[in-house]
């Protein structure tokens, strides 16, 4: 299956500012996809993705409906009750 996206060029300016200046959009793309289908498997089995410091301080938890959509129902429930 064949993808188009429009994506604004200060955004690929960005990512090529911090990847360099050689990589391309559809390497952009296609690891953006692939983040996002590991994602999608992990909350599938129940997990969160979570981001923190190094030293596993100040824990930050993705929310993402489409990955609340995968979710086994308790822990689906759990994290309703944690976003309010």
Do not use: C, H, Y
Not at 14 to 20: I, N, P, S, V
Not at 27 to 48: H, M, Q, S, V, Y
């Amino acid at each position: 299956m064949e993808l188009r996206l429009q994506v604004p060029d200060d955004v690929v300016k960005k990512f090529q500012d911090k990847l360099g200046s050689d990589v391309k959009v559809t390497d952009i793309a296609r690891d953006a996809l692939t983040l996002f289908n590991w994602a999608i498997e992990e909350r599938a089995k129940g997990r969160w993705i979570l981001s923190s410091e190094e030293d596993g301080t100040k824990m930050t938890r993705l929310a993402m409906a489409s990955l609340e959509r995968v979710a086994p129902e308790n822990s689906a429930k759990l994290a309703t009750a944690l976003a309010v």
